[in-house]
């Protein structure tokens, strides 16, 4: 009777991070568990989650090295941006059917205290938009692009992964900035998709492109004022080559060398930038908190008279999370990588 | 008659890039003529070389290759910055007897309109302190140091080339602002005169030590704030290992790769620059030319309160500016090489 009856009880699906990857992750590298389902306690709220965002910076954080977050425990669920939404409260700032933003646990329901979520309105913008376009995806893009950047209209802007989440909105901000925007992706349909859906001048598909450098020089005959770097590696050696004086490159992320096992070899950059004045600086978008209430203004208004396109691969099914995040190092996704629950 | 009358006429010898030098500069890259002696025309000065500056960034443009100034021609005059003394004048700025600073070409005499020279104090300071400490080099240290690097009291600033020109000025402000200063240089004797003349903390022999990132870290408990880079290479490599969050890197020279043919590959940067925050700036001083009357003031005024010590290399002769110019390469100067005449 007693085993029947705990049968009977919703069970609760959590992700851990089991081992830490060696070179790309696979799904071995991730454990699926079920727990018992969780109770909001006093001052408590208890979330289902709607939405999850899967991102390349967490590689990152399932290596054991130092980096700008701690790195995640093996045996303990996996984290990253998360929809909710409000299954229960004993939180007086929130109540049932308020749907809310954070950085959470990997699992289908969880209770939190409230700190660190933010409510968001589910009217204004679909729940996904909250995790790429007018969330953390389109704060990195607009404001790496404002803080390092700076671009003044006619300036050039090279994107790498252009096509990714972080790189779709920075094309389409370079183009309201009333920029020349060129954009460096790995398929001709993430190329013609650049300039059709997201307003990029010039795309070059890095994968199908003898000299890089050459075809970089022809799409910014001017030189590179910006160079907006998503990806890292090779590509990147083809821009550095184009760069003006002055210029100003962001490096937002490096998913070409997110995977190395051991640190991958390359020109020298010293030299690039003694002779053009030039600035590198790596970029990581919780360094300017203080600034996302007026990006999430900024980038809510440009959503909303429709000029930023919200681009997103939707994959359905917590289950298929893990699978999701292993497919942002194919080239899977175009534009923001979200799991619906 | 007329032979022999030509004969006795004094003439001027003059330096020119005869080759273009592959690898390492020799003294077969130049080439001495004689020219007959100019005479000032209405508006010029005639002016006599009296101290030559030869600096690491000439390599550069001894190349033919785009980079932030022009490269020299072949078969023209070689430049840099020279303390010249006015012989005659006929310009109503300059009268005979002045001493002046400016980027002039490399000839015992040679006239000048007046354009692009200052007039410096004799009494004030020694003349080549003028091409060193309150001129181009110690500009360079005080002004890369100021608008890239920003020090704040308490933090640890790391130099490479420590007891070179730029180097060793470097870190005296440094020490100025309150900043723990560790050098880098390639001898003991330069890393003893680092601590004894120069006011560092730390000197780093990067010739004798094993383990450079070790030594470094050592060196740097609470890892490297700002990294002052006059050398490149290997030694950056070391140091950019033990960047903190929010360092700042200035690149102001790369001397260990102004001789290199092919690019040399070192581990990529982007990563170290992102999960650190940190900032790379290539520098050249005169991108900050407004601020040439403050710096100047600053570091005249530290001078004379016996704040900064002047550290030249002083070699003698005309004829020897080429090898003054390639002992550079060899490590043969301790702080600023100038040529006396």
């Known amino acids: 009777m007693i085993i029947l009856w705990i049968k009977l009880i919703a069970m609760n699906k959590v992700i851990l991070l089991d081992k830490r990857p060696e ?28 939405f999850v ?15 700008y977050v701690p790195p995640f425990e093996l045996g303990k669920p996996m984290q990253s941006g998360v929809v909710s939404e409000v299954i229960s409260s004993k939180n007086k700032h929130f109540k049932e059917g308020d749907f809310v933003v954070g ?33 953390m995806t389109g704060l990195t893009a607009y404001l790496g692009l404002k803080n390092i950047g ?10 790498s992964g252009a096509a990714g989440a972080v790189g779709n909105v920075v094309g ?16 001709d ?9 997201f307003g990029y001048d010039e795309g070059i598909n890095y994968k199908s492109t003898d000299n890089l450098e050459a075809a970089v020089k022809a799409a910014c005959p001017d030189g590179v004022d910006i160079y907006f770097d998503n990806v890292g590696g090779a590509v990147s050696d083809a821009v550095l080559a184009n760069i003006k004086y002055k210029s100003r490159i962001i ?21 690039r930038l003694v002779v053009n004045s030039a600035t590198m ?25 429709g000029r930023l396109n919200n681009s997103e691969t939707i994959v359905e099914g917590f289950d298929q999370i893990p699978e999701a995040f292993i497919g942002l190092f194919q080239g899977k996704n175009e534009g923001k990588m979200v799991v619906k629950i």
């Not at 965002?53 to 980096?67: A, C, E, I, Q």
């Not at 979520?117 to 913008?125: C, G, N, Q, V």
């Not at 700076?150 to 994107?159: L, Y």
């Not at 203004?297 to 440009?302: F, N, P, S, Y």
């Open 23 to 50: 070179g790309v992750p696979v799904l071995n590298d991730f454990k699926f568990i079920e727990e018992e389902m969780p109770v909001a306690g006093e001052g408590q709220v208890l979330l289902k989650t709607r």
């Open 53 to 67: 965002s899967v991102d390349p910076y967490l590689r990152g954080r399932m290596k054991d090295v130092k980096s």
């Open 103 to 135: 950085y959470v646990d990997w699992k289908e329901y969880q209770t939190s205290s409230g700190k660190g979520l933010t409510k968001i309105d589910a009217d204004a913008a679909d729940l996904s938009a909250y995790l790429g376009i007018i969330g």
């Open 150 to 159: 700076k671009p003044k209209a006619g300036e050039t802007i090279v994107v």
């Open 172 to 187: 389409q901000i370079g183009k309201i900035l009333g920029c020349h925007v060129v954009g460096l992706a790995g398929t």
């Open 189 to 197: 349909e993430k190329i013609s998709t650049l300039k059709s859906k």
């Open 251 to 271: 490096v937002c992320g490096a998913i070409s060398l997110y995977n190395d096992t051991e640190p991958a070899l390359a020109p020298r950059v010293e030299w």
């Open 281 to 305: 600086s790596g970029f990581i978008v919780g360094d300017y908190a203080d600034q996302f209430p007026e990006g999430m203004k900024q980038l809510t208004e440009w959503y909303k008279e």
